[in-house]
């Protein structure tokens, strides 16, 4: 069966970094776009960065253009975020999803906290 398994949420300081990854198992990984959403408390789920399927094209949510690097790994069946500058409103539950079509395969999600 589709695992969906995302890694490296936690606790860290205002201006830090995180890296996210999530390792995908089941499918045929290279031909999946890959893509990282969050949800903070109150909010609506909402897409944060983008990577087509062999890695040639990316896009990302305004709020974090020139902070937050998407990078896949197809060797691996990896998908990476490297989040940098980190601020307080990037708390959030964040989630990888791999999107053929209609479809959609969710990890379980990981916290990314960023308070002093």
């Known amino acids: 069966q589709v695992q969906v398994v995302e890694s490296g949420g936690g606790l860290v300081q205002p201006g830090g970094s995180l890296r996210l990854s999530c390792e995908v198992s089941?499918?045929?990984?290279?031909?999946?776009?890959m893509g990282w959403y969050r949800k903070a408390p109150g909010k609506q789920r909402e897409l944060v960065a983008a990577?087509?399927?062999?890695?040639?094209?990316?896009n990302y949510k305004d709020s974090v253009k020139g902070r937050f690097t998407i990078s896949r790994d197809n060797a691996k069946n990896t998908v990476y975020l490297q989040m940098n500058s980190l601020k307080p409103e990037d708390t959030a539950v964040y989630y990888c999803?791999?999107?053929?079509?209609?479809?959609?395969?969710w990890g379980q999600g990981t916290q990314v906290t960023v308070s002093s």
């Open positions: 999803n791999a999107n053929l079509g209609s479809l959609h395969y």
């Open positions: 089941g499918i045929s990984f290279t031909i999946y776009d």
């Open positions: 990577i087509i399927d062999h890695g040639g094209s990316t």
